[in-house]
């Protein structure tokens, strides 16, 4: 029993590493389920086994980026200049994992759609993205360490909109975007202490 459980569980795991990568070729609405199941190596219905759905192997792929994320920044570190500085590691590690930044904006641009599959996770995703930034910003100006006249709100919603557009300027030409020099140079413009 265990031994098949595992086996299920690597199966999943390489579907989801699969579809990760056809996304990033085709997007989201370019990409089908028997192409993945092909590039796997197995049927149509063994993969309708592990995901019904194209959209629940989407909200696997998705869910796995964050968790990945989550794990390898500790982003649930509390708000303020440490919070700032793992969003900086994570653009590092962004920069030498240009696939899943692919992915992402690739889907974050297909899902403005309101009826896209993704939407309602990237309006969550972008809900508790700005919260984070918003409430970092805040305890920073809270212990002066933000600079006068700098409104926490805006700095929050600026930040994230930062980090989506220096993705995909890097994307298009990554030889001329600095994706973390220019996100360092952002923040650093609004703190009155190092940024480090």
Request: charge should be negative; glycine fraction near 8%; avoid cysteine.
């Amino acid at each position: 029993m265990t031994g098949g459980y595992l086996k299920g569980r690597i199966r999943r795991e390489d579907i989801i590493t699969t579809a990760v990568a056809v996304y990033a070729e085709a997007g989201y609405h370019g990409s089908s389920l028997r192409e993945i199941a092909r590039r796997v190596g197995i049927t149509h219905a063994g993969l309708l086994y592990y995901f019904p759905t194209k959209e629940s192997l989407l909200t696997a792929v998705l869910e796995r980026r964050d968790a990945e994320d989550d794990e390898r920044e500790r982003l649930s570190v509390p708000p303020g200049r440490e919070a700032l500085a793992h969003l900086v590691a994570l653009a590092e590690h962004n920069v030498r994992h240009p696939g899943i930044v692919d992915v992402y904006a690739r889907l974050a641009a297909e899902a403005v759609a309101a009826d896209h599959p993704a939407h309602d996770y990237f309006e969550r995703h972008y809900r508790l993205a700005r919260a984070y930034a918003v409430d970092s910003f805040r305890v920073l100006a809270a212990r002066g360490e933000l600079r006068a006249g700098v409104d926490p709100e805006l700095a929050g919603l600026n930040l994230v909109a930062v980090m989506d557009g220096l993705q995909v300027q890097w994307l298009s030409n990554g030889s001329v975007v600095d994706l973390v020099g220019a996100l360092r140079f952002y923040l650093q413009d609004l703190l009155t202490i190092p940024l480090d």
